[in-house]
């Protein structure tokens, strides 16, 4: 029942992302690469599993950059992807849990990431382009791993609620029990996202203005140049 229902509520996001992606790639054939790059990124980020202290384990998902650079929806579908292949791949995950766990890394996450994102960019346009967007990757990448460990909790207690204290109390165990591991790894992925989008802010600045992740400022070079030849 919760394989379907979770299976069910995941379809509709990933449906529109393939029609988003497709979208993307028909009208910017140049993005493929990057696409890729961000699907990489995920898949390497999210395979790493991680002890926590309690006996569990946790791992950093990657949406952050995906959501940022092509928006949730295409993220939705690379995130999918992902979990898929680890699932047949790398046995971490698995089919029935498939449409749950899309549901939580690859639909909640970067939804709240990039609305994250948005946020810390519109705070922060008075600062300078550089600061701005790193804090705004960071948050939005942070958020993104954080969030979608609170879903996960909130579906294990689903599933799985306390004998005496119900849903709350499932709720409350599992959310501690994540908490512990996800926080310093959700901070260090907010981390490396923001070196990965300053790299790219130096060897792919022009692909990152065509995404509007760079604001688009006047340039006073050119300005100059038109002058001494008019």
């Known amino acids: 029942m919760h394989a379907v229902a979770w299976t069910v509520a995941a379809a509709p996001f990933v449906v529109h992302g393939v029609y988003s992606l497709t979208r ?43 959501a940022i650079l092509f928006r949730p929806p ?3 579908v690379l995130g999918t992807i992902t979990l898929l292949f680890q699932a047949l791949l790398l046995a971490h995950g698995g089919l029935t849990t498939l449409g749950a766990n899309v549901f939580s890394m690859a639909v909640v996450g970067p939804w709240v990431g990039y609305g994250a994102y948005r946020l ?10 550089t600061s701005s967007l790193s804090l705004a990757v960071f948050f939005g990448a942070t958020l993104a791993s954080l969030s979608t460990y609170s879903v996960t909790s ?11 204290s119900g849903f709350p109390g499932a709720f409350a165990k599992f959310a501690a029990i994540f908490s512990l591991t996800q926080i310093p790894i959700a901070v260090i992925e907010g981390l490396v996202t923001v070196v990965i989008v300053r790299l790219l802010m130096q060897v792919g600045r022009s692909e990152l203005l065509r995404l509007g992740v760079l604001r688009h400022r006047g340039a006073p070079e050119v300005t100059a140049t038109a002058g001494k030849g008019a």
Do not use: N, W, Y
Request: with cysteine; aromatic share 4%; proline share 7%.
């Open 154 to 164: 909130l579906q294990l207690a689903l599933a799985f609620p306390d004998p005496t």
């Open 120 to 129: 810390t960019r519109s705070a922060t346009a008075s600062m300078g382009e």
């Open 24 to 66: 993307t790639v028909r009208a910017d054939p140049d993005s493929k690469l990057l696409l890729g790059a961000a699907g990489a990124f995920c898949f390497v980020l999210s395979a790493l599993k991680i002890p926590s202290v309690t006996g569990s384990s946790a791992h950093p998902t990657g949406t952050g950059l995906g």
């Open 74 to 76: 295409i993220m939705a």
